[in-house]
């Protein structure tokens, strides 16, 4: 569940980039330099920064992976240990009860990540980086 989650974050996560920015701008975000430079200095920041796209195509592959892991981890964390206090002789039934209400918690916190982690995973791949260029006043 966690996984189909993050997939189908991932795959509204390509198609909004791709209908923002285009295809072209999708990879020229990723693998040309930003800024102005001239020289030898421009031709190592292309050599830099395709080296560090290639680093971000990773990145973007390893997003669902991470963000299903993440609440797999927890969801699995909190369920062995309600299992493991149900062992408590007589009492585990007791035992239990603060800490649904913390599993609970939890769950509505790891709501929150994961809904600010894939807005921030948007909020990064639409920006525009326009350049604008900046005049003198007279």
Known sequence: MTLAMALVFFGCWIVWGLQEIGPIGFLKGLFLP??????????????VFFAAGCLE???????????????YGNIFAGETMLETMARVP????????????????V???????FMLLTA??????CQ???????????
């Open 57 to 71: 195509i990773v990145s973007i592959l390893y997003r669902p992976v991470s963000l299903s892991f993440r609440l």
């Open 90 to 105: 007589h009492i585990g039934w007791l035992v239990q009860i603060p800490f649904y209400l913390l599993e609970l918690l």
């Open 107 to 113: 769950g509505l916190v790891q709501a929150l990540v």
């Open 128 to 138: 525009h980086h326009e350049q604008a260029h900046a005049t003198v006043p007279d």
């Open 34 to 47: 930003k800024g102005e430079r001239g020289g030898a200095l421009k031709i190592l920041m292309i050599v």
């Open 120 to 125: 921030v995973f948007t909020l990064l791949i």
